[in-house]
């Protein structure tokens, strides 16, 4: 059984690789292509544009520290402490970029470990942080409905969107039976408030990830905010899911060129999701580096 499920996870791995490459020289050739029109739009983005975008994102990415940390204590029934696990998420930003797309995880779960938590509770907090992550970009894609082209080539596309809200029942489900399974007593209301808060957290970390977006574009009003969080939630998530493509490389992009281009111009919408590839890599590289100086002064 073992092995079959292995050779699965390699070809997943290899597939992932093989489309983020396919992307990657797809957002070259467009690049190529546009020429001028490329460096022109970046000098349309201010300083003050690149700043609040940055903004943006840092208080995203710290959000999501804070529900890493919420997860763990619920899924051992522990009050954990707060600062080696938030540091360790911190520093966990700079490995998404390595290839793979999973450094992250494994580097958060060693920290854990050694705070002192097991490997069964890590396991069940990950799953829990995958679904409810993956529950908030699928109910915010939903957005994405507001583009006539979408509800003409998939008018069934808003039905389907909603599924998503059946993640956190499915979450709260295993922290449930989990902490029965190994003979704690958790109130069922102290799962629901602490899943609705990290659930809370994934939402806002969208929210914001998308004002971020908005303020890089000089032609943001060519499209509803509904758009706009809609087509970052859904390239979020596939590059996200996406196995082998580091930090989601070239994937979010492509579907931000595909969404946000015939609103906004090729040109704009690549020189957007660029633009935007820069803030996340900058904002990651610097809470990594908080990170670092959290680790050394616990």
């Not at 520290?65 to 080696?84: D, K, N, Q, Y």
């Not at 779960?109 to 069964?120: D, E, I, K, M």
Request: glycine share 10%.
């Amino acid at each position: 059984m073992q092995a079959p499920l292995n050779a699965l996870r390699r070809m997943a791995r290899v597939a992932g690789t093989l489309l983020c490459c396919v992307a990657i020289v797809f957002l070259l050739r467009r690049g190529y292509a546009l020429g001028v029109s490329i460096g022109a739009g970046f000098e349309r983005i201010g300083a003050r544009a690149f700043f609040v975008a940055c903004a943006c994102y840092a208080a995203a990415a710290a959000s999501l520290g804070v529900g890493w940390v919420a997860l763990v204590r619920l899924a051992t029934g522990e009050h954990v402490a707060f600062a080696p696990l938030y540091a360790s998420h911190l520093r966990s930003q700079l490995a998404k970029y390595l290839p793979g797309n999973v450094f992250h995880l494994a580097y958060r779960h060693v920290a854990a470990r050694r705070a002192g938590v097991g490997h069964a509770p890590l396991a069940l907090a990950l799953g829990m942080e995958t679904a409810l992550v993956s529950a908030s970009a699928a109910m915010l894609s939903i957005g994405i409905v507001t583009d006539p082209r979408v509800s003409t080539i998939a008018p069934w596309a808003r039905g389907l969107a909603w599924i998503a809200g059946l993640l956190p029942i499915m979450g709260v489900s295993a922290v449930s039976m989990y902490v029965r399974r190994v003979g704690r007593r958790v109130a069922i209301f102290d799962v629901l408030r602490s899943t609705a808060f990290v659930l809370a957290i994934h939402l806002s970390f969208m929210m914001l990830a998308t004002f971020a977006l908005h303020s890089l574009s000089t032609g943001a009003n060519a499209l509803s905010m509904a758009s706009w969080c809609g087509w970052l939630s859904l390239a979020w998530l596939l590059g996200y899911v996406m196995p082998g493509a580091p930090a989601g490389m070239g994937v979010r992009e492509t579907v931000l060129v595909i969404g946000l281009g015939p609103s906004l111009g090729e040109a704009n919408a690549l020189v957007v999701a660029l633009a935007y590839r820069f803030v996340t890599v900058v904002v990651d590289a610097v809470s990594a580096g908080v990170g670092f100086v959290l680790r050394d002064r616990s």
